[in-house]
């Protein structure tokens, strides 16, 4: 390194014009950077929608779920197909292996599923992905204000949506939900049947009316014309009049019914007939009139023929108005903030943005920008605070100067990597940036204070530049690598975690290489330029008091030094030749550890606060959308109430929420309330749980939304073959975990079950009346589903028909006309039973879960006593059982780091193993590791913080700190040993070390200050969590103040097993003189180390008078 330092010397204005323009390149990317709250994660699952209208669950399962799960079993890379089916809606979820393409996966499912046959009246299959980019970036809810909802429909789709289509990164412009015009058919049904009609004639009239259709082609002379046959509906009174029954098919039906041949047929006398009478008879008229054909029956004989409204996907209500959303996803290359930016823009181009019923629900660049900005705001004062610090160690304006070139050089040349890497600008990015500032300074602090105390040593500034770079170049590089060794695995060990921590750490490790380079080329040159003779005149003058200890011992002891040095001087003597003390010392240490992480709450992730309130309610099977949507009104009266609630959306038996298709449930109501203050959200829950549970019981919950995993969920899933057997396991389940008061919600599968009313066809009686039962279920599913049958005119407004709802609602149902004199009563029984809401299935088998919702903020150690108390349980034989949500959530993503850590451990030992050319060196870095865990722990503890993924990311930090110190003050040792003995040399590599150590932790430590605290955050809250500050602030101070002794007791300790007798005693420093080191570096002339066994004694009588 010493000739890349001397070129870069001698090169000054070279590296300056480079640097600068790092920089700018850095600032010119930044402003290019996509912003986005989260990365763009792909899942390794394909989810799959078919709907199968009017079929209850079991009949979805064995007629859709099971052939789609037979269809897709064996695609390459397919490792489970879950199937779930519900009222009218099948669910297929296959997931892949982690590493697999997910466009090709999707494709192979596409091209498998067209070799799948399902039955007739079937849906086509809905093919979906999952990403965060498919959620809405930004959402508008448009309300009724005079109730007209197809009047707000019509302008959303013909004014907004296509004002925002073509919006800068918007990829769709998607209307969900709204009302639409209709011509509604109401059949009645008694009607029906005294004319002796069906449900199917109607539907065959209809259709029949409404045709066109090519005929074919005619010659015209020499020209060939095609021929267009077309019939079509145009007006209301057209559907009255249309004719469903013609004169003579009326009179046919008469006469067949009363037994009589129709017209054109032949009388058949009857077989026998009576004597003749002698009474003679009236004489018939020689012409009898003929009979008066019966009318025709029109479709307004039978049935109400309306203009009617339709809301389009479910019920929606925003603040008690009839509602519709506006969705805009955002490209997946698209900048979410300026995809805001300009959406509001072309809101306000049309007036929109003053109305008072177009409001704005979700932004995601909101909460990116109070997430940025926050971490920006921190990171900042973070940055300024530890300059102060070094203001403070140095003494000096000129060399803190020096060190905060540091950070935004560093900063802005992680940004452009992140450019070139094509990673984004989000919380993860960010949250790399911030807990790199700790870092970023640490190299610049030791290559500047080594110059620093070389310009003490009478060095010109370039002479100091040139020396200490290169005397600490050894040790500053392989520290860095031991701390790019400690972040990079997370991004590259596998599993979902891995790549959703991806971009930090590779922000970190760009970030930390950055302050690397700098450190090497930019800070010698600056020291060069910036410490003049007259700094270093005032370094000279500020360093207190100097030693002559030859040129190999440093000239000046720090003030810092000053009380550090006898107390490891003492530490040595008195443990050095105890193995046993220093054996159960560390059993000690252990036990605490252990014990700590016992204590400490642990849960999954947390985003932290946000402005939006989600959760549903829960309403018995069965119960219609209307009924459902008149039940939580109460609900939506109570939240519009709380004053610290902005906004109220209730969605019913809707299929689309959030940008996803799913099955529809009429009896759930999903809500989301948007609060005025983020930081009230959790009052505001629990104030609304409360009321939750005094309406609905247990049928409600709430919870603050996070966009980061999900944190306080636990399920276990039962698996059997024996569906009564599984139902029993379930109530088993259930019963255990309701006794749980840390658990709330607990739900079945299987705990309700819905009512449905079973048809049993008789195939004779229906054979005898002309029908079979496949014309009866036929008939049954056109009563009770309303179906499209056409549309009205040109302008294509949809005709359905349907059966009176009274007329089924009143329990008539057996009187449906099936045919002439022909009622469902007559052909079939009706029985009311009892089925599941769902059926699921894993791999063909099928599976129970039972869901609860984790109340303690350990939920970890909830979820751990929820799964013992189910394993306890004697459940029956052939039920297996396997626990989910939380607990798995938290094992899996523990695991993985766990992996990382093990990782990042292997690489740093062999850096160290490289680096110092033994093993044994390495061994007592690595045990300074423990010594963060204790005091990061602790400090979780006592502040009441949980034990998550951000809190095991400042695990890793620590540990990249506490290693690079312990680097510095071995590496001292080993480059110093000679001439010495090792405890001289120990309390040497002390005394000039102490500073930068102290330096780098207490800078790290102050920049986090801002994080721990919270005073400069809005409440957007961030992966840079309390938890995360906490542990690092925890573990640096346990680390550095037992590093400073525990790594040199170790070192001596190791190095005495390896060659089996001390070199000279442990020097005596006195705490009253620290000129008293002087003799104690030289006490190895004096022989046998008597000289320093004479100051030794006089040490400990300094410390009895004292």
Same mark, same amino acid.
């Given at each position: ?37 989260? *990365? ?36 390459? %890379? ?33 091209? $498998? ?22 959620? *809405? ?292 990015? /960010? ?142 003597? $008195? ?109 505001? %829950? ?80 229906? =054979? ?41 609602? =009143?329990?008539?149902?057996?009187? /449906? ?18 089925? *599941? ?101 602790? =400090? ?12 095991? /990311? ?33 309390? /040497?590599?002390?005394?000039? $070390? ?12 102050? =920049? ?97 008078? %004292?």
């Amino acid at each position: 390194m010493h000739s890349i330092v001397s070129w870069c010397l001698n090169n000054r204005p070279v590296v300056v014009l480079f640097s600068l323009v790092l920089m700018g390149a850095g600032v010119f990317s930044t402003f290019k950077l996509n912003q986005e709250l989260l *990365p763009s994660v792909e899942f390794p699952s394909v989810f799959i929608l078919v709907q199968d209208p009017g079929a209850g669950p079991e009949q979805v399962d064995r007629d859709v779920s099971k052939p789609l799960s037979e269809g897709l079993t064996g695609l390459p %890379r397919l490792k489970h197909v879950q199937t779930i089916a519900s009222q009218g809606f099948s669910t297929v979820i296959l997931t892949f292996d982690l590493d697999s393409s997910l466009k090709e996966d999707q494709d192979n499912t596409n091209q $498998r599923l067209n070799q799948v046959q399902l039955p007739s009246g079937v849906g086509k299959p809905l093919v979906q992905t999952f990403s965060f980019n498919a959620i *809405p970036s930004m959402t508008y809810t448009l309300a009724a204000k005079d109730g007209d909802l197809v009047r707000a429909t019509r302008e959303a789709n013909d004014v907004i949506a296509p004002a925002l289509t073509g919006a800068t990164g918007s990829a769709q412009v998607k209307v969900s939900g709204g009302a639409r015009e209709r011509v509604l058919i109401t059949l009645d049904g008694a009607k029906l049947a005294d004319k002796g009609l069906s449900l199917q004639q109607v539907q065959q009239a209809l259709s029949g009316a409404n045709v066109d259709l090519p005929a074919g082609t005619t010659l015209d002379a020499d020209k060939t014309l095609p021929v267009q046959a077309s019939s079509s509906l145009r007006t209301i009174d057209d559907l009255k009049n249309l004719v469903v029954v013609s004169s003579a098919e009326q009179a046919a039906g008469e006469q067949a019914a009363a037994g009589q041949p129709a017209a054109g047929q032949a009388a058949t006398p009857p077989a026998s007939s009576p004597a003749p009478s002698r009474t003679p008879a009236a004489r018939p008229s020689p012409n009898p009139a003929p009979a008066a054909p019966p009318p025709a029956v029109r479709l307004g004989d039978v049935a109400k023929v309306e203009l009617d409204n339709q809301q389009a996907n479910g019920i929606s209500r925003t603040n008690g108005l009839a509602s519709l959303q506006i969705q805009v996803i955002r490209a997946s290359n698209g900048n979410a903030v300026t995809l805001s930016d300009d959406v509001r823009q072309r809101i306000a181009k049309l007036k929109l943005d003053s109305r008072d019923d177009l409001q704005l629900s979700t932004d995601s660049a909101v909460d990116i920008k109070a997430s940025l900005n926050d971490l920006v705001h921190e990171g900042l004062i973070g940055a300024g605070l530890a300059i102060l610090v070094i203001f403070l160690f140095l003494g000096s304006l000129r060399a803190t100067l020096v060190t905060a070139v540091s950070l935004p050089t560093s900063v802005l040349v992680a940004l452009l990597g992140t450019s070139i890497g094509g990673f984004s600008l989000n919380v993860l990015t /960010l949250a790399g940036l911030t807990i790199a500032v700790g870092r970023i300074v640490d190299d610049a602090i030791v290559v500047l204070e080594n110059s620093y105390r070389h310009l003490q040593q009478g060095e010109s500034p370039t002479d100091a530049a040139l020396h200490g770079a290169t005397e600490v170049s050894s040790a500053v590089i392989s520290s860095t690598l031991t701390s790019v060794a400690v972040f990079l695995p997370i991004g590259v060990v596998g599993g979902i975690i891995s790549r959703f921590f991806l971009p930090f750490s590779v922000t970190v490790t760009i970030s930390l290489l950055a302050s690397l380079l700098v450190a090497l080329t930019l800070i010698p040159v600056l020291v060069s330029f910036i410490l003049s003779a007259k700094a270093r005149r005032q370094a000279h003058q500020a360093g207190g008091r100097h030693i002559n200890a030859g040129a190999t011992a440093p000239e000046h002891v720090s003030r810092l030094a000053r009380p550090y040095i006898p107390v490891l001087a003492w530490v040595l003597r $008195r443990f050095y030749r105890k193995s046993l003390v220093v054996a159960v010392a560390a059993l000690a240490l252990i036990g605490v550890l252990v014990l700590t992480y016992a204590a400490v709450p642990k849960n999954f992730f947390d985003l932290g606060g946000s402005a939006y309130i989600t959760g549903n309610i829960s309403l018995p099977p069965g119960t219609t959308s209307t009924a459902t949507s008149d039940r939580v009104k109460a609900f939506e009266a109570a939240a519009r109430s709380d004053p610290d609630v902005k906004t109220v959306e209730v969605t019913i038996a809707s299929s689309d929420f959030g940008g996803y298709t799913g099955s529809v449930s009429e009896n759930d109501a999903r809500f989301n309330l948007i609060v005025k203050n983020k930081k009230s959200a959790d009052q505001v %829950r629990q104030r609304l749980q409360s009321k939750l549970d005094e309406l609905y019981g247990k049928g409600g919950t709430i919870g603050v939304q996070s966009f980061g995993p999900p944190s306080s969920a636990f399920s276990v899933s039962l698996s059997g073959r024996d569906p009564n057997t599984l139902r029993a396991a379930s109530d088993q389940v259930v019963a255990k975990l309701s006794q749980n008061s840390d658990l709330a919600n607990v739900k079945s599968d299987l705990t309700v079950r819905q009512p449905e009313t079973l048809v049993s066809v008789d195939a004779n009686k229906a =054979a005898e009346r002309g029908l079979t039962p496949n014309t009866v279920a036929f008939a049954l599913a056109g009563v009770l589903n309303p179906k499209d049958v056409g549309t009205l005119g040109t302008g294509g407004t949809p005709i359905t028909l349907r059966v009176d709802p009274s007329y089924v609602a =009143a329990g008539k149902l057996a009187d /449906l006309p099936l045919g002439p004199g022909t009622t469902l009563k007559d052909v079939a029984t009706m029985t009311r039973t009892d089925a *599941p809401t769902t059926v699921t299935r894993v791999d063909g088998t099928q599976q129970v879960t039972v869901n609860a919702d984790v109340l303690a903020a350990d939920t970890q150690g909830a979820s751990t006593k929820a799964t013992q108390s189910v394993q306890s349980l004697q459940l029956p034989a052939g039920v297996s059982i396997s626990t989910g949500g939380t607990q798995n959530d938290i094992n899996d993503s523990f695991q993985q780091m766990f992996i990382a850590i093990g990782v990042a451990i292997a690489i740093v030992f062999i850096i160290l193993v490289t680096f110092f050319r033994s093993v044994a060196s390495p061994f007592v870095i690595l045990g300074a590791m423990p010594l963060a865990l204790i005091g990061g722990l602790l =400090a979780l503890y006592f502040t009441h913080q949980n034990l998550g993924l951000p809190a095991l /990311l400042g695990v890793l930090m620590v540990f990249g700190i506490v290693v690079s110190n312990a680097i510095l003050l071995i590496d001292f040792v080993e480059r110093n040993r000679a001439g010495r003995g090792l405890a001289e040399a120990l309390v /040497l590599a002390g005394s000039v $070390r102490i500073r930068p150590i102290l330096m780098t932790a207490v800078a790290t430590i102050v =920049a986090l200050v801002p994080v721990a605290t919270g005073f400069a955050s809005e409440g957007g809250g961030g992966l840079i969590s309390q938890s995360l500050a906490v542990v690092v602030e925890g573990g640096l101070i346990s680390s550095t103040a037992l590093t400073l002794v525990v790594v040199p007791i170790l070192y001596s300790w190791i190095k005495r097993r390896g060659h089996h007798r001390y070199e000279t005693a442990p020097p005596a420093i006195s705490v009253a003189d620290p000129r008293s080191l002087r003799p104690s570096l030289d006490g190895n002339r004096h022989g046998n180390g008597n000289g320093s066994g004479r100051v030794w004694e006089h040490f400990r009588e300094e410390t009895l008078k %004292r």
